[in-house]
């Protein structure tokens, strides 16, 4: 059974970078695609980004092109979000997920808070 864990959540200002990593368990994880989704008090989980299983195609969402990157090292099991020029509404909890295919996500971690101070 796949297991996520993130790590790289924390309080920064607006402008700053921080670096999301996400581990996965088990032996697939290089055959599936991985997202970033994130969550914010009150507000429903979307999407932020999704990376195909060997990093070749990516998704941003509009809110984040520009700022925010996917990336992937299937030797680590390790996908990671890097992102950067941080605004107060990307205060969230950030969870990755493994998309077992067509969009259709069948594991996530527990998620990181990113918080971002005005």
């Known amino acids: 059974q796949v297991q996520l864990v993130e790590s790289g959540g924390g309080l920064v200002q607006a402008g700053d970078s921080l670096r999301l990593s996400c581990a996965a368990s088990?032996?697939?994880?290089?055959?599936?695609?991985m997202g970033w989704f994130r969550q914010a008090p009150g507000q429903e989980r979307e999407l932020v980004a999704r990376?195909?299983?060997?990093?070749?195609?990516?998704y941003y969402a509009d809110f984040v092109k520009g700022r925010f990157t996917i990336s992937r090292d299937n030797a680590k099991n390790t996908v990671y979000l890097q992102m950067n020029s941080l605004k107060p509404e990307d205060t969230a909890v950030y969870f990755c997920?493994?998309?077992?295919?067509?969009?259709?996500?069948?594991?996530w971690g527990q998620g990181t808070q990113v918080t971002v101070s005005s």
């Open positions: 997920a493994r998309d077992a295919g067509v969009n259709q996500y069948d594991t």
């Open positions: 088990g032996r697939t994880f290089s055959a599936y695609p």
């Open positions: 990376i195909t299983w060997n990093g070749a195609h990516t």
